[in-house]
Each structure stands twice: as structure tokens, then as C-alpha cells.
């Protein structure tokens, strides 16, 4: 059941049925809840992932979020019964109209994955066990990879005969040496922690699960205490810097810092900083 551990936090969180939330010192953990199937994605967990992470983006009380998942594996990718029956949910006695439909559909399987990287808030990925498939395109949208050093990752779309539709391909080359990308888009090879790490995909190994948990939470909780406003526009930064040149880079920040530089936080980190004490921000 979906709980909040803070009793002075009024928050709701959603109730879901594939996925966890706890809010708890400003971090919403999300974590994927289907273990006996290793954290396959099924359609509903398609469109609670982007439920979850909508919520996490507009709650102010959320300043960082944790993707975790159940068991002994993070996540084994789509559910292959899903997959199964896309053709049937897609069909129409014209072939066009099939098409367009299946466009359609794939469309908004993408968006519910990019609504983690649409997610203002800096989202941590705490993967344990298998990172396989579409687990590789929900990783790829986070801001920071945390693993176990018995996690593996695969690009496992090539081995059932598809072309990655819903981010892998747009994304992991973005995180790795464009040839090791395509190397495992091409041959479907796992890759362990200690490769993943070796890489860039992944930021640190950790021991054990529970290790892997702790020492994610300590990140998102430094992260949390600094400025929400600024950690939000560094985000918008980052990723705007990442798909635009360096000169659009410098104008959209400017134009930003225009408009929140002189902000309450600023006055507040300033304040501290005189005081010798930590800071302390508003939602």
C-alpha cells in the first residue's frame, strides 16, 4: 500500500496498482511493484509510471525522486503478453488505419517514459538484479544511474526481431561511447555492474540491495537540501544543453536566470552562509 512515512506530510500520493510511492524527507520513492514478474512492464504500469512521475513533478513537497524496483531484479523489460497483443488491439480491416493506430500507440508508450525525464525533479534510478529492454529506455531517462555489482543490462529488442521504439536508441548514446552503444543494440550482449560502470552508464556500484538503497537515499537527501528552485533549473539546463548548441545553451539559461536568479532562495543561501548554518528552503 501507498504510504507517506512523515506525519506532517499532508501530500496524497496516487494509488496504484503496479507501482509504489513513499514520500518521505522530501524524496518520492517510486518504486516498479510486480516482482513475480520480475517488474515486467504491463500496460497498466506503461501509463502508471507516467501517473507517478506527473505527480512527483507537481508536488512541491517532492524535491527528488528515487525509481527503485521490487525483488530480486529492478526490471526484465515489456511484459511479452503485451507485446503479444499489440497486433490485435491495433487491427482494423484497413491496413493504413492499423498503421497509423500502431503509431499511435507507440507514440504514447514514449511519453510515458519521457515523463521521467519531463519530471523537474531529479529522478535516481536504483537498479538491482536485470536491466533488460524497456528497462534500459526507463533508466536511460533518468538523471543518475545507482547499481548493484551483479546488475546486468541488455538491449534485448534485437533478439525478438524489433528495432528499440521507446527511447534506447535516442537516449544511450547520450550516456555511453556511441560504439558500445551500438555494440549492444546490435548484439544484445549483457553488460555487468562493473562494465556499466566502467562505461558511464552507471554513476556507482554498490554491494547489496539494501546497500544500493541507503546509499541512493543519502544522494537524493543532499540533493534535496540544496535550493529547490535552482536544482529545478539546473535540470531544465541540463537537458535543454544536451539537445541544443552551446550558444542556445547560454541564451535560454540567461534568459532564465533573468527571471529567477533574485529569488528567495538565493536571499536564504546568502543568509546561511553569513550565519554559518544550513539553509533553509521552501517547497
Request: charged residues 25%; proline residues 3%.
Amino acid at each position: 500500500m501507498n504510504r507517506i512515512r512523515e506525519t506532517h506530510v499532508t501530500t496524497t500520493v496516487p494509488q496504484l496498482t503496479t507501482i509504489t510511492i513513499e514520500l518521505n524527507e522530501n524524496i518520492a520513492e517510486i518504486r516498479l511493484n510486480r516482482p513475480e514478474r520480475s517488474n515486467a512492464i504491463n500496460e497498466a504500469m506503461w501509463h502508471e509510471l507516467r501517473s507517478a512521475f506527473a505527480w512527483a513533478d507537481a508536488t512541491p513537497e517532492v524535491r527528488v525522486a528515487m525509481l527503485s524496483g521490487a525483488g530480486l531484479n529492478f526490471c526484465s523489460g515489456i511484459d511479452l503478453a503485451m507485446l503479444a497483443g499489440v497486433g490485435r488491439a491495433v487491427a482494423h480491416a484497413d491496413p493504413a488505419r492499423s498503421h497509423e493506430a500502431l503509431r499511435r500507440v507507440i507514440l504514447d508508450l514514449q511519453d510515458c517514459l519521457t515523463s521521467v525525464e519531463r519530471c523537474r525533479k531529479p529522478v535516481l534510478a536504483a537498479i538491482q538484479g536485470a536491466c533488460i529492454g524497456g528497462a534500459i529506455d526507463l533508466v536511460s531517462c533518468c538523471d543518475m544511474r545507482y547499481a548493484t555489482a551483479d546488475a546486468h543490462f541488455a538491449v534485448r529488442e534485437i533478439d525478438v526481431g524489433m528495432t528499440a521504439d521507446v527511447g534506447t536508441l535516442q537516449r544511450l548514446p547520450r550516456l555511453v561511447a556511441d560504439g558500445v552503444a551500438r555494440e549492444m543494440a546490435y548484439t544484445g550482449r549483457a553488460v555487468d555492474g562493473f562494465e556499466a560502470k566502467l562505461i558511464g552508464l552507471v554513476n556507482q556500484l554498490f554491494e547489496s540491495p539494501e546497500a544500493l538503497l541507503e546509499g541512493v537515499r543519502q544522494i537524493a537527501r543532499t540533493i534535496a537540501a540544496k535550493s529547490p528552485l535552482a536544482i529545478r533549473g539546473s535540470k531544465e539546463m541540463l537537458n535543454y544543453g544536451r539537445d541544443h548548441s552551446v550558444a542556445d545553451g547560454l541564451d535560454h539559461v540567461a534568459t532564465w536566470n533573468a527571471a529567477m536568479l533574485m529569488s528567495a532562495d538565493l536571499e536564504e543561501a546568502m543568509t546561511a552562509m553569513r550565519e554559518k548554518r544550513a539553509p533553509r528552503f521552501g517547497d
